[in-house]
């Protein structure tokens, strides 16, 4: 089972793959926040890169 944590629109000018850092650690935050821990973070290929693979890690 999942929950839906965090949903955002960003304007066009700049690659997904760049706003993955940001969001994802908002939303770390957000649930350490409410005592909970981010185990999984599904996004779609426009997020996939090198330097996001290892901020994941």
Do not use: C, W
């Not at 960003?10 to 957000?30: H, M, N």
């Not at 426009?46 to 901020?55: D, I, K």
Request: proline share 2%.
């Amino acid at each position: 089972m999942g929950v839906i944590s965090h949903i955002q629109a960003d304007f066009a000018e700049g690659r997904d793959s760049q706003s993955l850092p940001d969001i994802a650690t908002k939303v770390q935050q957000r649930l350490r926040e409410n005592e909970l821990t981010m185990t999984d973070l599904l996004a779609d290929a426009g997020y996939s890169n090198g330097y996001n693979y290892r901020f994941l890690e």
